[in-house]
């Protein structure tokens, strides 16, 4: 199955940009990558998701790099309510998708 | 729309005892899914669905069975409970398996003593 790396934990200042990375070397040509986080006691909640392109939406952005091997999930500018554990997954045909442990992001006032 | 829906929020159990976990969600969704999460660590795939009548294991499926007679329901049920299932179990869904947004209920706690 493919695998993904992240950090175990980053830490921002308010009202500054986020870059949370992550390595997924051995992901497929069919491969989605889907970024969640998850907020203390509650279920992990969809940010965003590409498969080659870079993707926008409200919430955030997803850089891929041009061999996929890598992404970055960005958050334009962070606020207390961006704490969370940040997951970055790998979903395709042959791989469900798999929850590592994730990367804890702490904001800072 | 109630979204994605779980009961218990909470449930004890002892060692032997068998129990559904129940969910439900009303946006139509074919593909649901179950997943537990032990402390500190990421989510794990028990079972998932692609559609009514159709059911298939994740990632760690011993322990655990599933039936989708409904699109919109999806009950996971536990055998014979062991205190290594002491968790907290999540159910999810989205419009198809993959490339969609997958949207999460709030979660049951579980524990077997």
């Known amino acids: 199955d493919a695998k993904t790396t992240q950090p175990n934990s980053m830490e921002s200042n308010e009202e500054e940009p986020v870059h949370l990375p992550c390595n997924h070397s051995t992901i497929s040509g069919t491969d989605y990558i889907h970024w969640y986080r998850q907020l203390p006691s509650q279920g992990p909640e969809y940010v965003i998701h590409g498969l080659t392109s870079n993707v926008n939406n409200r919430m955030a952005s997803l850089a891929i790099a041009e061999d996929r091997k890598s992404s970055t999930l960005i958050l334009h500018r962070a606020t207390l309510r961006d704490a969370a554990v940040y997951y970055c997954i790998l979903e395709g045909n042959n791989n469900d998708m798999r929850f590592g442990a994730g990367t804890r992001l702490t904001v800072k006032p | 729309n109630a979204g994605v829906t779980q009961t218990p929020k909470f449930q004890v159990l002892k060692t032997g005892q068998s129990m559904t976990l129940q969910c439900a969600q009303d946006?139509?969704?074919?593909?649901m899914s179950w997943y537990r999460q032990d402390p500190g660590m990421g989510l794990r795939l028990i079972h998932y669905s692609v559609g009514a009548g159709i059911t298939d294991q994740g990632e760690v499926p011993n322990g655990y069975n599933v039936s989708r007679s409904t699109t919109e329901d999806f009950p996971l049920r536990l055998l014979s409970a062991a205190p290594s299932q002491t968790s907290v179990y999540f159910c999810a869904s989205s419009y198809s398996r993959l490339g969609n947004e997958q949207f999460f209920g709030p979660g049951t706690r579980l524990t077997v003593l």
């Open positions: 946006m139509n969704h074919e593909y």
